[in-house]
């Protein structure tokens, strides 16, 4: 739980302070300009989904906090404010996980048990800090990626992905989740997540061993 906490918190904080760096002062009125994580902690997608992963044994961590409120339209210059504010989240999840590798290399000698618990905390931070990036940079809003490709898109093509914003989460995990159920009841196998995501993750987590370990 503690990589979720920090993980799911630093990406939500970052978002506000990216805000606030291009001119939107909402997420600091609303108390979202802070590193606790009681103020972005989510039930279902900060408790609920990864104690249930944590408890059936799945090989990776995953989890969401409340996304910190932005006025869009408030920022300045606009297009290139929606990109710093929505790369913000996942890039502090590739810092995140950099220092994560980071500190596993120079892991000091502990206990055993001290020892592998850290070193198995970390090695988990790795991972969830890498699958966060790579799943909120998919290109489908209301994600971060969605956004940026919002911001880039020229504007008839623009407003449709906007529209997107309310439906496209529905849409994401119709395509990631239920899609691969149905299909596997009909025994055919479409890991459709672990192409978009698992896969890409595993990537950025060889890319950045091979840099920082």
């Avoid at 994560?100 to 120079?106: D, E, H």
Wanted: with cysteine.
């Amino acid at each position: 739980m503690l990589p979720v906490l920090l993980a799911v918190t630093l990406h939500e904080a970052a978002h506000g302070f990216a805000a606030k760096l291009f001119g939107d002062d909402t997420a600091q009125r609303a108390g979202r300009l802070s590193l606790n994580p009681i103020r972005h902690i989510d039930p279902v997608g900060t408790i609920l989904i990864p104690g249930l992963l944590l408890l059936t044994g799945a090989p990776f961590l995953f989890g969401y906090a409340k996304p910190v409120p932005v006025a869009f339209h408030r920022l300045h210059p606009q297009r290139l404010g929606v990109i710093g504010v929505a790369v913000a989240g996942p890039a502090t999840n590739v810092a995140l996980a950099i220092a994560s590798i980071l500190l596993l290399v120079g892991l000091p000698s502990f206990s055993p048990a001290v020892n592998d618990w850290l070193a198995t905390t970390l090695q988990q931070s790795i991972w969830l800090n890498c699958i966060l990036a790579v799943f909120n940079m998919l290109p489908i809003p209301p994600l971060d990626g969605g956004r940026v490709l919002t911001a880039i898109s020229p504007m008839p093509i623009a407003r449709v992905l906007a529209r997107m914003e309310k439906t496209g989460m529905i849409l994401l995990i119709a395509l990631i989740f239920l899609l691969p159920y149905v299909t596997g009841l009909l025994g055919v196998n479409l890991p459709i997540f672990d192409w978009l995501v698992i896969e890409p993750a595993s990537a950025l987590v060889d890319f950045l061993a091979g840099i920082f370990a």
